[in-house]
């Protein structure tokens, strides 16, 4: 891993102020390759840096598969309710740069949500040209109508307020209200909205998948982390379960 300062290591990974690791290092708490570091400055692969004995909590970027519970909301404003940050640990949330979610699910959605401190990456697995695949599974308050198949596929859709349309999505009937929606875009409140535009009202929505990001093995409110790779890379092998 490429060498960086101490200082701005820990305070990067959350565990402590820039000024406060000289204190971390005079008290024995941060290790070089087994040795007691000269000073806060010097550069080190974090690889080589212990820290109370113990290697450094993701010193590369951080990429996280969390199952959101109905309730919590994206936004970092705890105004809004309980945030998904909120059920990382405290010193995820003391990452700078700072953890965000990737795309965001409205406070009722559960599901599959990705969250991670690399710019780069949001780009990735959001950019409408990569088409990563969403699965939404929708309760609706009226029975569907087959013809939405062929509606929903042909992307006309012209949302209210949106001047281009959506584009193509694949719409499985799995019940009299209940359907698989499958987006390669994420407009705001699009699910809500395509249903809205045709008459009916989504009750329930839970995202199955985020392109090959399953939660299904997670239960609501637990998280991992994966390989912080974009969509297309590599399949997203577990990093060390979190949660
Ligand atoms: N579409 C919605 O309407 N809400 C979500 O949370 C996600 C997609």
Known sequence: ???????????????????????WIRAGRVRVRGQKPASASIKADPGEVLIDGEPVDHPGVLLVLMHKPAGYVCSHDDREGPRVYDLLPPRWQARN??????????????????????GTLVHAWTHPKRKVEKHYLVDLAHPLDPTLIGFFAAGDLVLEGETTPCRPARLEILGDTRARLVLTEGK?????????????????LHRECFGPCSIAHLLPGQFETINPTGPREEPPGNGAATA
Do not use: I, W
């Not at 300062?5 to 204190?23: I, M, P, Q």
């Not at 959605?109 to 690399?118: K, Q």
């Open 1 to 23: 891993m490429k060498p960086r300062r101490l200082d701005e290591l820990l305070a990067s990974c959350g565990y402590t102020s820039r000024r406060e690791v000289k204190n």
């Open 188 to 204: 705001y409140h699009q699910v809500r909205r395509m249903f809205a535009a045709v008459g009916n009202e989504v009750l329930r």
């Open 97 to 118: 740069p700072s953890l965000n979610t990737v795309g965001r699910l409205d406070k009722d959605t559960t599901g599959a949500l990705l969250l991670t401190d690399d």
